[in-house]
């Protein structure tokens, strides 16, 4: 494998279900991103982390719970969403102390809550 | 507050004419500035940046884009578009706030769709 990679691909889950998100970087990166993207709406920065340590919630409801158990591993786990929270979920990464630490994509989770 | 502002949401052009996607910035200091592009179903593609240095800056499949600090642009290019460049673009800056998060603020995207 080689970059970013998520998955599932695709999720539909209805409203009282618990799923979670996966996310592998294999650029040797330190830093990794959860973002939301919506139809006709800019992408959202959801969670931020910096060597596992969590450096930025984005004012995420409590429904979407990250968890970085490591720097490749990114998940975010999901529990009574909303229809509303149907979206394309794109995990990044990232290398710090370096001056451009351009983000690198996975090609994204496409949920969809019934 | 920092931002990025992509004025047009769709830039239309025909197979083999030079193709523009425009993008402006407002951030204090010196910006750090990206583009991405997002082919269907897909996540983003990191395409090329500017840090430092020379303002045109040469990227992935003969994209280029030229900084512009009094004009505090940073515009896509390509001399020529083929119709496989038909996708969305965004442009981004590093927020200088973000300290070491590397977080960046993005544009709201530009579909480009060139047309044989």
């Known amino acids: 494998e080689t970059g970013v990679t998520q998955t599932p691909r695709h999720l539909v889950m209805g409203m009282t279900n618990k799923k979670s998100l996966k996310c592998e970087q294999h650029l040797g990166h330190n830093a990794m991103y959860w973002y939301k993207q919506s139809a006709k709406k800019p992408l959202e920065l959801m969670f931020v982390y910096n060597f596992k340590e969590q450096t930025e919630n984005n004012s995420v409801p409590s429904r979407f719970s990250p968890e970085c158990p490591n720097s490749s591993h990114l998940f975010l786990h999901l529990h009574t969403l909303q229809p509303e929270d149907s979206a394309l979920y794109l995990c990044a990464s990232s290398q710090l102390w370096t001056r451009s630490r351009e983000q690198y994509f996975g090609p994204g989770t496409r949920l969809t809550v019934t | 507050a920092q931002s990025v502002a992509q004025p047009e949401d769709q830039v239309n052009v025909a197979e083999g004419n030079p193709l523009t996607v425009k993008c402006t910035y407002s951030v204090s200091g010196n910006p750090y500035l990206f583009w991405y592009v997002q082919y269907p179903n897909r996540g983003l593609q990191f395409l090329l940046k500017y840090i430092t240095g020379d303002n045109l800056v040469k990227g992935s499949y003969g994209f280029e884009a030229e900084f512009n600090k009094s004009q505090t642009s940073f515009h896509l290019k390509k001399p020529s578009a083929l119709v496989s460049d038909s996708a969305l673009y965004f442009c981004?800056?590093?927020?200088?706030?973000?300290?070491?998060?590397?977080?960046?603020?993005f544009g709201q995207g530009t579909t480009l769709q060139v047309k044989p």
């Open positions: 981004a800056v590093r927020d200088p706030g973000s300290g070491n998060t590397g977080k960046l603020i």
